[in-house]
């Protein structure tokens, strides 16, 4: 059978299957293509050795793939020729006996509550003081789209693609479609909820109105809606204008600062991990490095033994 043959219908069984997020999607079959393109005329993909794989993994080290990288890359095969077991394609997994590549995980960037704070006042300064109607929407919507996203912690991909309908219901949560087209219910901040508010003032006020978008933030573009490079984009920017360290500052970082902020002000780890909508607790406690200082600090504080010190 030929590669891309194999490749479209485990993507498919994976979109069915799976709820596969069409981004995840994308990257299955840029790795797949490309351990493809690897085995050259040596072995069809169905033909894969361990040896094979084992190549593969040895060349993408050579062209300076992190461990992470090669990890992900090679869940990605790992997957695929547990889809053609599966399927009776194959008499065996060729992964079976490949270890992982041992990753170091690293601690997330995290902006402290003094940055955020002051890149929250300069959007909504700027908000605030736009006069005309094109500047004030795109201040109005920047605004919004930072209090939303320091507000529930929405990845940005479920950020940028919020329909309308989000903002006509009880305002207090937001319902969101997240990975594996999983609902999760995000609590709404007060702050949030007005800059929304202020934002969707503005697009009535410019009487834009004709053919409505089911987006929140709509956009001319493919997709309907503000994308995420644009969004990354807006926000670097604005960093700029708030003097603050571009490389320091960027959408997921925001997230990042959204589940650690929580858990220093004393906020359950279970309750991080359904509020970012991970599926597995282990994925949430990248974060723990926060508790444990916090952890650190109140036994510092106020045990007994450590005040009589």
Not at 207 to 218: I, R, V, Y
Not at 239 to 264: D, E, M, W
């Amino acid at each position: 059978m030929r590669n891309s043959f194999l490749i479209e219908q485990f993507l498919e069984m994976m979109s069915a299957e799976r709820g596969a997020a069409p981004n995840t999607l994308l990257a299955y079959e840029s790795d797949l293509t490309e351990f493809g393109e690897e085995l050259g005329r040596s072995a069809n993909l169905i033909d894969a050795s361990p040896h094979n794989i084992r190549h593969w993994l040895a060349a993408l080290e050579q062209q300076g793939f992190s461990a992470s990288s090669q990890a992900r890359k090679l869940s990605t095969v790992r997957q695929f020729f547990q889809f053609l077991f599966s399927e009776g394609l194959r008499q065996d997994n060729p992964t079976g006996s490949i270890e992982s590549p041992r990753t170091q995980r690293s601690l997330p960037k995290v902006m402290n509550e003094a940055d955020v704070d002051r890149l929250l006042l300069i959007a909504e300064e700027e908000a605030t003081n736009a006069r005309k109607p094109a500047a004030r929407i795109r201040s109005a919507r920047l605004h919004a789209l930072l209090e939303l996203l320091y507000s529930t912690g929405l990845r940005v991909s479920e950020l940028v693609s919020l329909p309308i309908s989000a903002t006509r219901r009880d305002t207090r949560f937001l319902t969101v479609t997240g990975k594996g087209n999983k609902e999760r219910l995000v609590p709404l901040g007060d702050k949030a909820k007005q800059a929304v508010a202020v934002y969707l003032d503005c697009v009535a006020e410019s009487k834009k109105t004709e053919g409505e978008s089911p987006w929140l933030f709509p956009s001319s573009g493919q997709s309907g809606h503000l994308t995420r490079q644009h969004f990354a984009r807006d926000l670097k920017t604005l960093a700029t204008r708030a003097g603050l360290a571009v490389n320091k500052i960027s959408p997921h970082i925001l997230r990042h600062a959204f589940a650690s902020h929580l858990l220093q002000n004393g906020a359950d780890l279970r309750a991080v991990q359904q509020l970012l909508g991970h599926a597995d607790i282990s994925t949430t406690q990248i974060y723990t490095h926060v508790m444990e200082e916090r952890l650190r600090e109140l036994v510092e504080t106020a045990h007994p033994l450590a005040q009589a010190r």
